[in-house]
């Protein structure tokens, strides 16, 4: 078969087959409903053995676009009398015989569990969308329905992270190409799904003090790991009661936006001290971190503090 493209004048003079437009359309949007899981459910139990489809909802299957319509859709559910209850599923079934996408109820077998969903994709056949899944208990009069509603959702876009969004949608995906991020929109802030800083080095120059090991920091999706390292004292003796900077600075993106962080400091002489890291809000000493409630420090005393983690998105 020679090589094809449609719509084109070149192509059965731009008549766009069912099967032809599926192939084109299945990969420009997800399968479900259009809304979010804070809607009202799409599919509720109705009266006596039957469940309703909500009115005015909008969905697509393999894209197709499927509407409700604009009453309510009542949806029989068969009785069962088979002495053991059955499950049933509210599916949105596209079917290839007439191209056409409705709410049907797949009915289950007693005693079997939900039946599988057929998902069908040749050019014949049928392809199926769960909507809610039906308890129908032996000998009932009614039916439960729990939602299961598959939501379309949006695209995940690439961006530079200086570029905004004044109207993102719950659930949008984007992925910053300057800053190797993913991140999700919650309704209320962007988070990181998905981020990798490699190793950077956050020492910083200090008077009294040398780097042994430098300290070392990764950012992780959204969480900052730092092995502080070790360092050596080399300036004069240093009071217990007198707090004192080490050579590390976290860089700015990295920092805690409002909390300390501390961490536990061994010294020379099996004596224990605590260093805390100030956070992005500090007025004096954002990033930087400074030894405390510590005892005497001589000078060529080292301190080997231990590694700490903390959240940034």
């Known amino acids: 078969m020679a090589q094809d493209s449609w719509p084109s004048p070149a192509h059965n003079a731009r008549a766009v087959t069912d099967t ?37 909802v909008y969905g697509s299957v393999r894209g197709h676009a499927w509407t409700s319509g604009t009453t309510t859709v009542n949806l029989p559910i068969s009785p069962n009398l088979s002495g053991q209850t059955r499950t049933d599923r509210i599916v949105l079934r596209l079917d290839r015989a007439t191209w056409t996408v409705r709410a049907i109820v797949k009915q289950g077998v007693p005693g079997s569990g939900p039946p599988m969903l057929t998902q069908q994709t040749g050019d014949v056949g049928v392809y199926e969308v769960l909507l809610a899944t039906v308890t129908v208990p032996n000998g009932a009069n009614s039916v439960t329905v729990a939602r299961n509603e598959r939501y379309v959702g949006t695209r995940i876009r690439p961006v530079d992270s200086k570029w905004y969004d004044p109207n993102p949608q719950r659930g949008e995906v984007r992925y910053e190409v300057d800053t190797d991020r993913l991140r999700v929109y919650t309704g209320a802030a962007w988070r990181t799904v998905f981020s990798d800083s490699g190793a950077i080095e956050a020492d910083a120059n200090v008077p009294s003090w040398s780097v ?4 070392i920091l990764e950012e992780r999706n959204g969480t900052v790991n730092l092995r502080l390292g070790q360092f050596s004292r080399t300036g004069g003796n240093l009071s217990g009661p007198a707090d004192s900077r080490l050579p590390v600075l976290v860089p700015a993106a990295y920092r805690h936006p409002n909390r300390n962080v501390y961490s536990i400091g061994y010294i020379t002489g099996a004596k224990i001290s605590r260093i805390t890291i100030y956070p992005a809000n500090h007025s004096t000493r954002p990033g930087q971190a400074w030894l405390t409630q510590k005892p005497d420090i001589t000078n060529a005393d080292d301190v080997l503090p231990g590694d700490v983690s903390w959240v940034v998105d």
């Open 20 to 56: 032809e437009y599926e192939k084109i359309a299945a990969a420009f949007s997800g399968d479900g409903v259009y809304g979010t899981p804070a809607d009202p459910a799409v599919v509720t139990a109705g009266t006596g053995l039957s469940v309703n489809v909500r009115a005015a």
């Open 212 to 215: 042994v090991v430098a300290p």
